[in-house]
């Protein structure tokens, strides 16, 4: 399994950035697949997920500003991050649901005036 995050930066409070994890090694269409984020000094968290047919859940710390997505036929999920706040800070990462501890390199994502 091969997991490559992107789309991270620096953003002013208020701010959106969009990000993009290219997924391989999987059949991609079946497998739900997460958005986590690691803040410095933080446990690694649940963002949001999405089944391979779209079945969505959030975050309470998100709803409403963030939108995940996926586009099976590229192997892509994708996290629309909207109103980005200086606690969304953090490392970002996606990963198969039915995956452990399988993990890509993460997209820093930086919040902040």
């Known amino acids: 399994v091969h997991l490559v995050e992107s789309g991270g930066g620096l953003v002013q409070p208020g701010g959106s950035l969009r990000l993009s994890c290219e997924a391989s090694g999987i059949i991609f269409s079946i497998n739900a697949m997460e958005w986590y984020r690691q803040a410095p000094g933080k446990q690694r968290e649940l963002v949001a997920s999405?089944?391979?047919?779209?079945?969505?859940n959030y975050a309470d710390f998100v709803k409403g500003r963030f939108t995940i997505s996926r586009d099976n036929a590229k192997n892509m999920v994708y996290l629309q991050m909207n109103n980005l706040e200086p606690d969304d800070t953090a490392v970002y990462y996606c990963?198969?649901?039915?995956?452990?501890?399988?993990w890509g390199q993460g997209t820093q994502v930086t919040v902040s005036s």
């Open positions: 999405i089944t391979g047919r779209g079945r969505i």
């Open positions: 990963k198969p649901l039915a995956y452990i501890d399988v």
